[in-house]
């Protein structure tokens, strides 16, 4: 039986939580079924980037729990999560096409850029629902990137679905001259503040 509902699409988080052997059921927020997006995913103006990617993780965990009062399911904590990559204070999230891939990449090229993933858990409870927070930030160094080496690495498709255009667990490692942070926290889910976030709500992981 599953500790917990994801509330994400993501691969690398689903991965990371076995890896621990959490038990999940993935949980696609939708609250009502002509809706497709029911978290409001936009970067508002004037948003700090760190209360942004908090705000969106806080986001997702509450419309999980409220998703699960009005489908009549089985109340458990709901894991949800945020990863933003972050440079000059700008929000670099998953590139739109290839051109804005290879624009992000180049920008990150030869230099320091920040990688925060904020997680929330949501508990169930009626009125007494809560969210509990924690937030990894880690400090990402990337070498200087040649022209051939962004094309080839856009070409295999693989940084369309990561915030600022790249996967560390993939081909972009070695693009990393040093990481100061978390490693499965630029992944997408710090398992470390995962793992204490459970441990608040009452599920053992070890």
């Given amino acids: 039986m599953a500790d917990l509902y994801l509330a994400s699409r993501s691969p690398r988080r689903r991965e990371l939580l076995k890896q621990i052997g959490v038990r999940f059921e993935p949980l696609l927020i939708r609250l009502a ?3 497709e997006i029911d978290v409001d995913e936009l970067q508002h103006a004037g948003e700090p980037a760190d209360r942004y990617v908090e705000r ?3 986001e997702k965990a509450e ?3 409220q998703a699960l009062a009005l489908r009549s399911m089985l109340h458990k904590p709901v894991l949800a999560a945020d990863t933003v990559v972050i440079l000059d ?4 999230g998953k590139p739109v096409d290839k051109a804005q891939a290879a624009d992000f990449l180049q920008r990150l090229s030869g230099r320091q ?3 925060r993933t904020a997680v929330a858990l949501g508990l169930p409870g009626g009125n007494n629902a809560r969210v509990l927070r ?3 930030v880690s400090t990402v160094t990337f070498r200087k990137l040649e022209p051939a080496e962004i094309a080839h690495y856009i070409a295999t498709g693989d940084p369309m679905d990561k915030a600022g255009g790249y996967g560390i667990q993939s081909l972009a490692a070695v693009f990393v001259e040093r990481l100061e942070g978390s490693y499965t926290g630029v992944m997408g889910l710090p398992l470390f503040e995962t793992a204490q976030l459970l441990k608040q709500g009452g599920l053992t992981v070890i």
Avoid: C, M, T
């Fill in 89 to 92: 204070g700008q929000v670099l």
């Fill in 56 to 58: 969106i993780a806080h």
């Fill in 63 to 65: 419309h999980g729990v």
């Fill in 134 to 136: 924690a937030v990894s």
């Fill in 113 to 115: 850029h920040e990688v």
């Fill in 33 to 35: 079924s002509q809706r």
